[in-house]
């Protein structure tokens, strides 16, 4: 059954720089196969308009673009259509100011920038107060990070920053994959 609610200007970026380790350096992270099958998945099943992979790193744009390129013109494509339709929704970008750059392409104006974080910020918006947001129509990208997260200076930029995933333990270590799926359905999912 379509679902006929009101459909966010929301786009999704998943970056691998600037991210932090766990020592807190600022790093470039590698690639994961499973991220960009997974979360392109989550992202054309919520309806985001564009889900970036964002990499400086030559290397790894090339591999990114090799997956993207198996299951959208190769083999992938015609042994599963749905794969091909999410995955069509990548776009391998070198930087978040190259995202919004795009974003500004399609729509005319810059995104609004929430980023995600493990870490509760005193400013946290919540997912009911996110999910308003959405409906004024403007542009917004949520940007989530590999590795240890997003290194402070992108969250410190951002204009909202997400109140992290609270489960019912203390542990709060989640793959990216399942925090975008989770967030998400809290954002769109029905009876939002």
């Known amino acids: 059954m379509k679902n006929e609610k009101f459909m966010p200007n929301l786009y999704v970026v998943l970056t691998h720089y600037p991210v932090i380790n766990k ?5 470039a992270s590698a690639l994961t ?3 960009l099958h997974d979360i392109s998945r989550a992202a054309r099943t919520y309806g ?10 030559s290397d790894q744009k090339v591999l990114a673009k090799k997956i993207i390129a198996h299951w959208t013109e ?4 015609a042994y ?6 999410a995955l069509e929704l990548i776009k391998v970008k070198d930087t978040i100011v190259d ?3 795009d974003i500004k392409s399609i729509e005319n104006s810059y995104p609004k920038t929430v980023t995600t974080c493990a870490r509760r910020y005193p400013a946290s918006i919540g997912y009911a107060e996110f999910r308003g947001i959405l409906g004024s129509g403007l542009p917004h990208l949520l940007i989530f990070g590999t590795a240890w997260g997003l290194a402070e200076s992108l969250i410190s930029e951002a204009d909202f920053v997400l109140e992290p995933i609270a489960g019912m333990t203390g542990y709060n270590h989640l793959s990216v994959r399942s925090a975008v799926a ?4 809290r954002l769109l999912g029905p009876g939002k």
């Open 23 to 27: 020592r807190g350096d600022i790093i």
């Open 33 to 35: 196969n499973l991220d």
């Open 48 to 57: 985001v308009k564009l889900f970036y992979v964002v990499t400086p790193l």
């Open 74 to 77: 190769g083999a992938g494509a």
């Open 80 to 85: 599963n259509p749905d794969r091909r339709s």
């Open 99 to 101: 995202v919004a750059e």
């Open 182 to 185: 989770i967030i998400l359905d």
